[in-house]
């Protein structure tokens, strides 16, 4: 069973860089695209962006200028760096997997994330 | 971008009773090349991800109950869940594929009237 878990700081300063990774077990990184996808509380699913296996990726262009997605196949793990962030960026951030047909059937749990001084 | 439109927002059914949520995109999402609606239904309940319930438009994930069918072509959608049960309450959301940004509708609430 695929499992994947995001990690990273639940609290960004306005201006700074929001970092998350998410680390996926139970299966391989190596196949698939690998998405990020984030929920305002109480407001719909944005997709952010995807990234390949091979590095290859597709970004949401109102965020493409302060998005990059970076993967490690050696450790199983795929990256978000959002930078420049504002309030409006406050959400919870969830990576997923993009499946062969299209969408997402495997979600991490999500994470929080608030952008406050 | 394409963007997708869910109608209504919210909507309560008696329990057993069928619930039906639109989806409409600003331009087709069929590849003509396989014939494939590139169209996923997810359900979200409070504090969960999403889940997959639909993709292709019309085929349901496996292990999705079949009283939930996805309908449609091109430009306009339906989720149909015919005998609505009350494990069901839940946020619906359609999503394309079609091209990036794989945009998600609004959501639509719905509620056991």
């Known amino acids: 069973q695929v499992q994947l878990q995001e990690s990273g700081p639940g609290l960004v300063k306005p201006s700074e860089t929001l970092s998350l990774t998410c680390t996926v077990s139970?299966?391989?990184?190596?196949?698939?695209?690998w998405s990020w996808i984030r929920q305002p509380a109480g407001k719909g699913l944005e997709w952010l962006g995807r990234i390949y296996y091979s590095g290859s990726s597709d970004y949401n262009p109102s965020l493409k200028s302060r998005l990059t997605l970076s993967i490690d196949t050696s450790k199983n793990q795929f990256s978000l760096k959002l930078n420049s962030v504002t309030a409006a960026d406050t959400a919870v951030y969830y990576c997923?997997?993009?499946?062969?047909?299209?969408?997402?059937?495997?979600w991490g749990q999500g994470t929080l994330v608030t952008v406050s001084s | 971008d394409i963007v997708m439109t869910q109608s209504p927002d919210s909507l309560a059914v008696s329990l057993g009773e069928r619930a039906t949520i639109n989806c409409k995109s600003s331009?087709?999402?069929?590849?003509?090349?396989?014939?494939?609606?590139?169209l996923a239904w997810y359900q979200q309940k409070p504090g969960q991800p999403p889940k997959l319930l639909i993709y292709w438009a019309s085929t349901r994930e496996s292990g999705v109950p079949d009283r939930f069918s996805g309908s449609g072509s091109g430009t306009d959608f339906t989720l149909t869940i015919s005998g609505l049960q009350a494990e069901d309450v839940a946020v619906y959301y359609c999503q394309h594929y079609y091209t990036t940004p794989a945009t998600f509708g609004q959501g639509t609430r719905l509620e056991i009237k």
């Open positions: 139970g299966g391989s990184i190596t196949s698939y695209y």
């Open positions: 331009q087709s999402v069929l590849y003509s090349s396989n014939n494939k609606n590139y």
């Open positions: 997923a997997r993009e499946s062969a047909r299209p969408g997402v059937d495997y």
